[in-house]
């Protein structure tokens, strides 16, 4: 276990929501290197979510995808990920020797997920290693149950579709017809944390023009995401096409409303984030298709 498992934006966050205490007990999950369950299901895993920094500061998240074992640990402090972003992906260029690097594995049939942060080394040929500085899970709220295709490729390599400022109409009613993403948040010293959002279809939904706003609902009282935040507004977003296979990448400056009631119609939430988006990118093959929807999570609220 960590010495201080919380940096001071966490702290500050479950102070205001009055969890600090229970946080603290919560806290004792949190590692310093790799346990052997969590070994295991990573090496079982075909895809992983990366959360990066750029050397401008922007926040990504960012898809890979691989046969299992593709991601696996190589000893109790260092995990090995053998796969290559898409075409356009960020990725490519803010995975550079001593980065900060978020991993988020998850498995949606199980409802299961693990983060795993720390710092970055890339590898020849491709790919690149994790030496990690904080390993804990999460609980199964919110993950909508899918099952992979049946026979998924062995590695996927994406291509370009769009690369733009803004969204565009169909963009738009990707996201508002989403029932999961994921984000990226950064500490400028704790680093780089990837972490899952979900809910009913239509639980993102836009305030104005180029402005997202989803609901945060009760989660595991730790409040890495918003922790990190409160201290760095940047954040990156990603969103997958089950169906076909694609992804969208967002990013931008996000403001934390705590006002439960400021946004309406939205059932089970406690808080809000908006996020303005700067930079949209959506990448088509990154994401074997044909994902089968199973069940809607029990815990989103209605």
């Given amino acids: 276990m960590m010495k201080e498992p919380f940096h001071e934006g966490e702290i500050e966050v479950q ?19 790799i346990p052997a369950i969590v070994a295991a299901f990573v090496r079982e ?53 001593g980065a900060a690097l978020g991993v988020l594995t998850i498995e949606f049939a199980t409802r299961r997920r693990m983060r795993l942060n720390g710092i970055a080394e890339p590898i020849a ?6 030496r990690v500085r904080e390993v804990f899970g999460n609980c199964p709220k919110y993950i909508q149950q899918r099952e992979a295709p049946a026979d998924p490729p062995r590695q996927t390599r994406g291509r370009l579709l769009s690369d733009a400022q803004q969204l565009s109409a169909s963009q738009r009613r990707w996201i508002e017809t989403a029932d999961t993403f994921f984000i990226a948040s950064a500490h400028p010293v704790r680093g780089a ?31 890495q ?17 089950f169906s076909e296979g694609r992804t969208l990448q967002l990013t931008g400056k996000t403001t934390i409303v ?18 303005r988006v700067e930079r949209a990118i959506e990448i088509a093959d990154n994401l074997p298709p044909g994902w089968r929807f199973v069940e809607a999570s029990p815990f989103n609220p209605r």
């Fill in 193 to 223: 944390d990837a972490s899952h959002r979900g809910g009913d279809p239509g639980f993102v939904r836009f305030a104005d023009g180029e402005t997202l706003v989803w609901p945060e609902y009760p989660g595991n009282m730790m409040f």
């Fill in 45 to 97: 895993q075909s895809m992983l979510i990366a959360a990066t920094i750029d050397r401008s500061g922007t926040l990504w998240a960012s898809l890979l995808t691989g046969a299992p074992g593709f991601a696996h640990a190589v000893d109790p402090h260092t995990l090995r990920v053998d796969a290559e972003p898409g075409e356009g992906d960020p990725l490519a260029g803010t995975l550079r020797s």
């Fill in 125 to 130: 040929p491709r790919g690149f290693l994790l």
């Fill in 15 to 33: 102070g205001r929501v009055g969890v600090r205490a229970m946080a603290e007990k919560i806290g004792h999950g949190i590692h310093d290197d």
């Fill in 258 to 275: 705590w006002d439960p009631t400021a946004h309406p119609g939205f059932a089970g939430a406690q808080r809000f984030v908006e996020l």
């Fill in 225 to 241: 995401t918003l922790g990190n935040l409160r201290v760095n507004p940047s954040a990156g977003l990603l969103f997958l096409d």
